[in-house]
């Protein structure tokens, strides 16, 4: 007789008494290496933890955490590790890579993908290169090269058949600061006792108010309907159909009990500090925001361990469904639509919101399509607000992979304009129905190259139409690859605004019928749309022509 559990095999004997058995062999299978090979989850000993397969254990798993990392619960060590220092791109103020030092480990990997690979390089050069990269928590050498990664790490292995050697990047240690905490410690706890009575009131009065007032929490989500997870559980038939999965959470699809029902997509948060985050940022923010071009946040559920937002359901899925080459893709004139509407949602984050608001990870996954094929742009999960009267942020919030602006791997405060880049990226997918079409050409986009790469994407689109397009559709089209290619510039101070890029795009659609010719120059120190020596002519109504540059 033999029972499987999946990392623990025991094999089993009858022996000539029928009510007892006999043990003869405990085995561990292979459990460390038991990762899902689509990449959901974060392994067996969690996130951040190390499976060690050179365990003698014979009768469990054995998990242990990093140097400078610990158990998130003692009792178990299966749920993984949290960082006991602070991670370098979570400050306030972006460090120097002096400040940071490496901890070495050997034979150990995280399995989950590397956001960054360098083949030619050697162990000194693949330190430095992770020191100054505010988003590299990990690196990692071998024979191949080196890796880096960010936090949160998944699927850890330890282990003498492991060949990779590990840096964990933490903050060096410095006497005269911690002369200094100790002082500034002191300090508070003296300042603490001598106004403890001032604090007694101030509560006091807080209750008092509270009684009477609506808490500013309160106040800051207007119109949204507080759901119990009950009410999300019978709503969603206890989670059963998975709509989609974002970075900190899965997107289920519920109805809620009405006449006739209503359609939700709830979206239910990852328990982790992040996902904390994401749920003050987009409950706070999201909440108060209103824009046709922007997903409705209609309540959010926060019982406990229980955090979830609740969206208005979105009929047509992602953009991603309909960025296809062939006869199913959408007609030109909904693809410029959707490139419109994608771009004054932007600009209404940009410049109407207050604070403004960056997203942070622009792709078409992240753009869903009601069922009049209206654009709304979603997921705020890894947008930030600006802080007040400040028009850059640190690197607190990161994009995707072939979507993200070179300032990101710069190492380099934000703007706005990081969006502008993603959305020039986007816009390029749009119009060639083609996902990638950026990577193609992204070492001339970031060589200075614009205007060889402009002319050899227009001549791409002519031959990619054929004779499926009249002249001035393609006209119009070309139109649109001279502001996707504007929105590409490495600098970002010449990038266009959204404001200037939504006003072009507009102007590009002959609607109404244009009646003259004006044309854009492009000074090379403005916030202009072309590259220095480019000139990019749009049919505009005269009446309606403005200065973009004012902007």
Known sequence: MAANSGVLITHTMLTSQPS?????????????????????GVGVCGVNGLCNTSSRNQ????????????????????????????????????????????????????????????????????KENCLKDYSC?????????????????????SGTDVDKKTFIKVRK???????????????????GIACILLIVVVLLVAHLRHTYKKSPMDMSRPNLKEFTYKELVCATKNFEEELGRGSFGVVYKGLL????????????????????????????????????????????????????????YMSKGSLS?????????????????????????????????????????????N????????????????????????????????????????????????????????????????????????????NDIWTDKMNEVLEQLKEQLVNDMGNAGDKATIQIMQKFVEVAVACLQ???SVRPTMRDVAYLLACAIPVPAPTSTNTISTPGTSNSMATPGQRMTLYIDQSSQRDINTH
């Open 173 to 191: 240690s410095n006497p005269k600061n911690i002369g200094r905490k100790l002082f500034l410690v002191g300090s508070a706890i003296l300042l």
């Open 367 to 442: 753009i869903l399509l009601d069922d009049k094929f209206v654009a709304k742009i979603s997921d705020f999960g890894v947008s930030k607000l600006l802080v007040a009267d400040r028009t850059r942020t640190t690197t607190f919030c990161r994009g995707t992979p072939g979507y993200m602006a070179p300032e990101w791997t710069r190492g380099e405060q934000i703007t706005s304009k990081v969006d502008v880049y993603s959305f020039g990226v986007l816009l390029l997918e749009i119009i060639f129905c083609r996902v990638g079409i950026v990577q193609q050409t992204v």
């Open 257 to 312: 009990p009405s006449d006739p029902p209503t359609a939700i997509a709830v979206k239910k948060l990852q328990l982790l500090n992040d996902g904390e985050r994401e749920f003050q940022s987009e409950v706070h923010s999201i909440g108060q925001i209103r824009h046709n071009n922007l997903v409705k946040l209609i309540g959010f559920c926060d019982e406990g361990s229980n955090r979830m937002l609740i969206y208005e």
């Open 321 to 365: 469904n309909f960025i296809r080459v062939g006869d199913e893709r959408l007609d030109w004139d909904v693809r410029a639509k959707l490139a419109l509407g994608i771009a004054k949602g932007l600009q209404y984050l940009h410049e109407d919101c207050n604070p403004p608001v960056l997203h942070c990870d622009i792709k078409p996954a």
């Open 59 to 126: 009768t469990r798993l054995e998990c242990k955490c990093p140097p400078n990392f610990s158990y998130l619960d003692p009792d178990n060590i299966y749920l993984g590790c949290k960082s006991d220092l602070e991670a370098q791109q979570y400050l306030s103020d972006a460090p120097e890579a002096t400040e940071f030092e490496f901890t070495d480990l050997w034979n150990t990997d995280w399995k989950n993908e590397d956001y960054e690979w360098f083949k030619y390089m050697d162990e000194v050069q693949c």
């Open 137 to 157: 928590a990990v690196a990692q050498y071998d024979a191949y090269g080196c890796y880096k990664k960010s936090l949160p790490l998944r699927f850890g292995i």
């Open 20 to 40: 007892s058995t006999l043990v003869i062999g405990i085995n561990i299978a292979d459990g460390c290496n038991m990762w899902s090979s689509n990449s959901h």
């Open 490 to 492: 490495v600098d970002p």
